[in-house]
């Protein structure tokens, strides 16, 4: 900014004067803040750089171990399963006992006596 | 492990040549951390005369200013490179103050609220503050110097107007960076920098 007007020129003298004459109290905090900053930021990053990586392998391998073993689990026929809820559960009411006859009738071809 | 040094350079003692170059010249993390050290000393004291401007208040100011530098470390620090570190950091300053300001609102707001005093003009807390000068009324009135007129003008400027005239005219922004700093359009920019203006020429007539 070269095109400077005399109004800008001395608003940056004056801040810059204040700037300069800050105390010798506020320096001191600021320093300190400065030192702050930098520790605790520093090992803040050092805290995630390190440990999530760590957690976010450790949740995908639980994750796929889980799978894994969900494969793995030998699983009921569907019809089997299917006929094993409609019997248990909606067609027949729950205190009828299957009817031996009934299922040997349902189980014969067609026209079948 | 590196030794931060606790002695702190003069103003503008460190050129931003120094700390691109220390990163640049040697990327060990010792290194950018040496840099990051060497950037925060040469920005901190326009940072804190920004954040007193803002808040009138000593304490607040530093608290902010320490809290800009820690989120300035921790989320830009180590991931961008130094050649972008100042806009970057002004960027988490003026966000900072933007939320006091938010904050000092809501403030106001419940205050005015508790208290039922609907009839009484709102009194703005800003105003109210001492100066940090410590500077009694009557001093402030027959003040003669004209820099202390002018940063006293510059302090009571409306935040986002002061922010505008503090990025452009001091720290040398160009209008599309202090826009990426101050979180709006380069539109705003040049109306916030317009109105500060033309209340400090305002202000300052027996001045300027």
């Known amino acids: 900014m070269n095109d400077r007007s005399p109004f800008d020129e001395a608003a940056r003298q004056a801040l810059d004067t204040r700037a300069e004459g800050l105390d010798g109290a506020t320096l001191s905090r600021l320093r300190q803040a400065r030192v702050t900053a930098i520790e605790q930021g520093t090992r803040r990053h050092r805290w995630f750089s390190h440990w999530v990586p760590v957690t976010g392998a450790l949740a995908t391998a639980a994750l796929l171990a889980m799978n894994l073993w969900h494969d793995q689990m030998p699983q009921p026929a569907p019809e089997l399963a299917l006929l094993e809820s409609l019997v248990g559960d909606s067609v027949l009411p729950s205190s009828t006992q299957p009817d031996p006859e009934f299922i040997e009738w349902l189980a014969r071809p067609n026209g079948a006596v | 492990m590196h030794v931060i040094s606790l002695q ?50 000593r304490d607040e100011a530093l608290d902010l200013v320490q809290d800009a530098m820690l989120a300035f470390v921790t989320s830009y620090g180590k991931k961008k490179p130094a050649s972008e570190w100042p806009p970057l950091f002004h960027r988490v300053l003026q966000n900072k103050l933007r939320d006091w300001g938010r904050r000092q609102t809501v403030r106001r707001r419940w205050q005015v609220w508790l208290k039922g005093d609907d009839d009484a003009p709102e009194a703005d807390p800003i105003q109210q503050a001492a100066d940090p000068a410590g500077r009694s009324p009557e001093q402030r009135v027959s003040l003669d110097n004209a820099s202390d007129a002018l940063l006293m003008a510059i302090g009571e400027l409306p935040l986002r107007q002061q922010q505008a005239f503090m990025l452009r005219s001091w720290e040398g922004l160009d209008v599309a960076t202090t826009a990426k700093a101050m979180g709006c359009s380069a539109g705003s920019v040049k109306t916030h920098l317009s109105l500060a203006m033309a209340q400090l020429r305002d202000k300052l007539k027996g001045h300027w």
């Open chain 2, 8 to 57: 702190s350079p003069c103003l503008n003692s460190t050129s931003p040549e120094d700390w691109t170059d220390t990163v640049a010249d040697n990327p060990t993390e010792d290194a950018r951390q040496h840099a990051l050290d060497q950037f925060l000393a040469g920005v901190e004291r326009r940072a804190y005369v920004m954040a007193e401007m803002a808040t009138r208040n």
